[in-house]
C-alpha cells in the first residue's frame, strides 16, 4: 500500500504556508485482501500523522 500526500502547515489567521512538504509512505501487506491492505493504509495514515505532529511541534518549539 502507499500513500502520496502533499501538506502545509498554515499560520492562524494567514493564507500563507509555513510549511509545505510531501510524503510518500510505503507499507508492505501482511496478506491478500481487504483487510490486509486497510492494515497498510492505517499504517502510513499513522506514519503520516507522526512526521505532521513532529514538524507542528518543530514549528512551535523555534517560535519567538
Known amino acids: 500500500a502507499s500513500l ?3 501538506w502545509m502547515l ?3 489567521g494567514s ?5 509545505i512538504r510531501q510524503t510518500i509512505i510505503q507499507e508492505a501487506t501482511a496478506g491478500k485482501g481487504y483487510d490486509s491492505l ?5 499504517a ?3 506514519t503520516l500523522s507522526r512526521e ?5 511541534q ?3 518549539a ?3
Not at 15 to 19: E, H, Y
Open 44 to 46: 502510513a495514515a499513522a
Open 58 to 60: 518543530e514549528q512551535i
Open 52 to 56: 505532521i505532529a513532529a514538524v507542528l
Open 62 to 64: 523555534a517560535r519567538p
Open 10 to 12: 498554515v499560520k492562524a
Open 15 to 19: 493564507d500563507q504556508p509555513v510549511v
Open 38 to 42: 486497510v492494515a497498510a493504509q492505517s
Open 4 to 6: 502520496n500526500a502533499t
